[in-house]
């Protein structure tokens, strides 16, 4: 999601002039405007606060790489030759006020972990992120909106760089945060500068445990079916110990036995923001009258075993509070209508 303000008489210059010209754009004196001038660099980034040294390196590379000037990288914006370009956090933001430029502390307070600000006003430029990967999210979508940059695949044939010897914009006001909590396409600088937040290697990111098909993960039955074989589904008649068999969700043990190893994973790890839960690869679901009394009425196969898994999903984020849940105790009522937890991420 993408808040942008762009006031009149401020428009985009060429593309990066930090909002000193006025009137018309393209009348405005590039000299007097513009940071990057025939390849002479008329601005210093300044990166500042923790997180805030790559996502500068970055656009100091992506200047150079543009219009051919050496941007120098600082981290007292009060030392900076020539007009700031600001790149960090909060801390980013109190040094921007600091030269007059509005904060919008406000909104940026209520923006989500991975938000971003991007100002432009009286010759300064903040790029500030709640994260390291927030700014780079603010730094990456500058280079895309207002200098053109493309990333359309991973490596150098899908990235579009336009040189030009002048680059400048006008006043800007963007506040951005994604609409989704969970993005993986890809991997790596590539898929970051896209918006994802799994996979991307930098801090801030959506670090998740597992994938897919993790019921053998948390209740592997080398480890509980000699003393459970209940816990595992009933296919023909028998309990079913295959390291691919599904288990039998409508026990309450069960949710119970798979929060344990939840809880004891998360506090081994304290910044997963996700744990897997997600059935095994195959059709031989539980076949006990608990289980099928749970699924839905008059559905076709797969479409009738998605309530009896959300109704185990609950069961299981209701017993670990620390992730949000928030009921006490697992229950399985074979009622219509689920509604999914909180704490549930449903991924698609």
């Given at each position: 999601?993408?808040?942008?303000?762009?006031?009149?008489?401020?428009?985009?210059?060429?593309?990066?002039?930090?909002?000193?010209?006025?009137?018309?754009?393209?009348?405005?004196?590039?000299?007097?405007?513009?940071?990057?001038?025939?390849?002479?660099?008329?601005?210093?980034?300044?990166?500042?606060?923790?997180?805030?040294?790559?996502?500068?390196?970055?656009?100091?590379?992506?200047?150079?790489?543009?219009?051919?000037?050496?941007?120098?990288?600082?981290?007292?914006?009060?030392?900076?030759?020539?007009?700031?370009?600001?790149?960090?956090?909060?801390?980013?933001?109190?040094?921007?006020?600091?030269?007059?430029?509005?904060?919008?502390?406000?909104?940026?307070?209520?923006?989500?972990?991975?938000?971003?600000?991007?100002?432009?006003?009286?010759?300064?430029?903040?790029?500030?992120?709640?994260?390291?990967?927030?700014?780079?999210?603010?730094?990456?979508?500058?280079?895309?909106?207002?200098?053109?940059?493309?990333?359309?695949?991973?490596?150098?044939?899908?990235?579009i760089v336009a040189q030009r010897r002048t680059l400048g914009v006008g006043e800007i006001e963007e506040f951005g945060e994604p609409g989704f909590r969970w993005r993986w396409v890809g991997r790596g600088e590539w898929a970051r500068r896209l918006g994802m937040n799994v996979a991307v290697?930098?801090?801030?990111?959506?670090?998740?445990?597992?994938?897919?098909?993790?019921?053998?993960?948390?209740?592997?039955?080398?480890?509980?079916?000699?003393?459970?074989?209940?816990?595992?589904?009933?296919?023909?008649?028998?309990?079913?110990?295959?390291?691919?068999?599904?288990?039998?969700?409508?026990?309450?043990?069960?949710?119970?036995?798979?929060?344990?190893?939840?809880?004891?994973?998360?506090?081994?790890?304290?910044?997963?923001?996700?744990?897997?839960?997600?059935?095994?690869?195959?059709?031989?679901?539980?076949?006990?009258?608990?289980?099928?009394?749970?699924?839905?009425?008059?559905?076709?196969?797969?479409?009738?075993?998605?309530?009896?898994?959300?109704?185990?999903?609950?069961?299981?984020?209701?017993?670990?509070?620390?992730?949000?849940?928030?009921?006490?105790?697992?229950?399985?009522?074979?009622?219509?209508?689920?509604?999914?937890?909180?704490?549930?991420?449903?991924?698609?």
């Amino acid at each position: 999601m993408y808040t942008r303000r762009s006031l009149p008489f401020f428009c985009i210059l060429a593309v990066l002039s930090l909002g000193t010209a006025r009137g018309n754009s393209r009348g405005a004196d590039a000299d007097d405007a513009a940071p990057v001038t025939g390849a002479i660099a008329q601005c210093e980034v300044a990166a500042i606060g923790p997180g805030a040294r790559k996502p500068a390196e970055e656009l100091a590379e992506y200047l150079h790489r543009i219009s051919g000037a050496v941007v120098p990288i600082c981290t007292d914006p009060a030392a900076c030759r020539g007009r700031p370009i600001l790149v960090g956090g909060e801390e980013a933001i109190v040094a921007a006020e600091a030269l007059g430029v509005e904060g919008n502390r406000e909104r940026w307070k209520g923006l989500s972990r991975e938000g971003y600000f991007i100002r432009c006003s009286g010759g300064t430029l903040l790029l500030a992120g709640k994260t390291e990967l927030a700014t780079f999210y603010a730094v990456d979508r500058f280079l895309e909106e207002y200098l053109g940059v493309r990333w359309f695949m991973p490596g150098d044939l899908g990235e579009i760089v336009a040189q030009r010897r002048t680059l400048g914009v006008g006043e800007i006001e963007e506040f951005g945060e994604p609409g989704f909590r969970w993005r993986w396409v890809g991997r790596g600088e590539w898929a970051r500068r896209l918006g994802m937040n799994v996979a991307v290697d930098c801090k801030g990111a959506f670090k998740t445990r597992w994938f897919v098909h993790t019921f053998s993960r948390l209740l592997p039955p080398e480890e509980f079916y000699g003393d459970h074989p209940e816990y595992y589904a009933l296919v023909n008649g028998r309990r079913d110990r295959r390291g691919n068999a599904q288990r039998c969700t409508s026990n309450p043990q069960v949710a119970r036995a798979v929060a344990g190893r939840i809880l004891e994973i998360k506090k081994a790890e304290p910044d997963l923001r996700m744990i897997s839960l997600d059935p095994m690869d195959t059709g031989a679901f539980c076949g006990c009258p608990a289980c099928r009394a749970l699924d839905e009425p008059g559905a076709s196969f797969h479409n009738r075993l998605s309530r009896r898994l959300l109704l185990f999903d609950n069961a299981v984020s209701g017993l670990t509070p620390q992730l949000g849940a928030r009921y006490p105790n697992p229950t399985f009522e074979p009622t219509p209508a689920v509604e999914q937890l909180p704490s549930a991420l449903v991924r698609l």
